[in-house]
């Protein structure tokens, strides 16, 4: 329970997810209409770029509270594993 | 007309944004939930990959088509600009 | 012969490559020093930038030379190869 | 002194660097020789690979050491601000 997202982070994030939900919705109907290549592929980059900053608004709760906490509690080798690996995919 | 998404390619690209539109929803659900943030960033960081293979292919066909037939007529200052920007998003 | 840098570009980029080369050279000194690991960072992520502004640079000029006359050679599968092979780096 | 990189990080390291330094020495010469563009940004491409890697390797060591260290003495929000400082700049 510990490591569940903060209720009040939710409704926040959760917004910003709907946003983003509806840029996707967006793309897919450009695609079905046979818009111009060029305008699909900045409207997906967009998306993109919304994910990242979703990103990084759950990876700024995440190091305020779990890694605060676990690296109190010692874990400092499963909390760098699981940093590093986010990093890795980016 | 002749920049629309070709007819043939349409049906392929949107089968694979209905397949983002899943993933895009479990991470909703997940928020929702209050799943582990750690497990919620990799499934957008997978949704963001996803979207840079759908441009890859998006882009390939408008090399193809669109940049040889514009850079033909002569309009490769255009090609360029369009071309630079996609690549300044990235 | 057809496919090489412009001379008038080299000096220009050759100049960038140069500056690039100071802040390596800089990176390697703050390792040595035993700086702070933040600021390494920091300063690999400047050169990093650096390195895809130039290749930005490189890209324009490969667009308008070589990509305009190969497409206008009917040389569509190779330009395509190559200019995705780029972005697949990205 | 307490958040200097540690002395036997630093040859390893060091050595990385030295090896990106002659990629970037061999990316100068391809320039000066006017070698194909394509070939020249795939070389500067390999080195943004090798610095992103030299950064996996240096955040490593600062979550091991230096946030584990922080994150005990409470500057969760010192270290939060850091690390998300080099998420953005990705």
New interface residues.
Partial sequence: MA?????DK?KT??HR??I??GH??K??RM??E?????D???Q??A???A??N???E???????V???RD??AGK??T??K?????????
């Fill in positions: 490591n569940k997202t903060a209720p939710r994030v959760g997810l709907a983003i939900d996707l919705r793309v897919r695609v079905e046979g818009a111009y290549c060029v699909i592929i900045h997906s980059q998306i993109q770029s994910l990242k979703f990103d990084e759950m990876l700024r709760q995440h190091l305020r779990c890694v605060a690296m109190q400092s080798d909390v760098t699981e940093l590093i690996d986010i990093y890795k995919r980016l």
